[in-house]
């Protein structure tokens, strides 16, 4: 197993249009998690999956934001009607079981412009 | 609300030299994680602490956790080159694992 892979690594959009991004686990991992990460600070918290079932969601993230972990294998986060403040570093990360460590892959960064 | 406070924020030294990043928390947690971040990279997990007095020591990096003070440490001696990263620590909330991480520490070991 290569670790957590996302993509793309990076992607420029026009304000106002819909972006979707890509996480593929550790395979024998459970649980999966979105962060973003802005220049200079740590990750924020966006949404949290055990299997398929999304068992948490930032009271901060906006109605525009979704995410996805249909067979609860891969997931997906988009981003619809895209604003210039969405432009950040998009991290997802997966573990085996609550209190081990988890795994983050090299992460998608976005800029809207 | 969980809040997690890391300081310094940046720190730039010289190779040799021993020096250590603090974090504090501001509720109880027993499980707190050190990664750290080179520049454009993602993060790499270094230390996993899940009880009070635990100890963990990989090379020239040693962290611990003082759940009573809300205090983890991440000490480093004779600092070299290859250590210079942001590093980061996180505490889980009480909410289903969400970490809330602190600001980073830039650490910069100069040859």
């Known amino acids: 197993d290569t670790g957590v892979s996302q993509n793309p690594r990076h992607k420029i959009t026009k304000r106002g249009q819909n972006v979707t991004f890509r996480c593929d686990p550790i395979?024998?991992?459970?649980?999966l998690y979105w962060y973003r990460q802005t220049l200079g600070q740590g990750p924020e918290f966006l949404t949290y999956?055990?299997?398929?079932?999304?068992?948490?969601k930032s009271r901060l993230l906006s109605d525009r934001f979704s995410a996805e972990r249909p067979k609860g294998s891969f997931s997906t986060l988009e981003i619809q009607r895209t604003e210039q403040g969405d432009s950040a570093m998009y991290l997802c990360?997966?573990?085996?079981?609550?209190?081990?460590?988890?795994?983050f892959g090299q992460g998608t960064r976005l800029t809207v412009v | 609300e969980l809040k997690v406070e890391q300081n310094p924020l940046f720190l730039s030294m010289q190779e040799g030299k021993n020096y250590t990043i603090y974090c504090n928390y501001s509720?109880?947690?027993?499980?707190l994680y050190w990664y750290r971040q080179d520049p454009g990279k993602s993060l790499e997990s270094l230390f996993v602490?899940?009880?009070n007095g635990a100890v963990k020591q990989e090379g020239r990096l040693m962290a611990s956790l003082d759940t009573k003070a809300r205090l983890s440490t991440l000490h480093i001696t004779a600092a070299v080159h290859d250590l210079s990263a942001t590093y980061f620590c996180?505490?889980?909330?009480?909410?289903?694992?969400?970490?809330?991480w602190g600001a980073g520490t830039k650490l910069i070991i100069k040859p």
């Open positions: 990360a997966s573990s085996y079981q609550g209190y081990a460590e988890a795994f």
């Open positions: 996180a505490v889980d909330s009480d909410s289903n694992y969400q970490l809330i």
């Open positions: 395979s024998e991992h459970n649980r």
């Open positions: 509720t109880t947690s027993d499980r």
């Open positions: 999956f055990q299997n398929e079932a999304q068992l948490e």
């Open positions: 602490l899940l009880s």
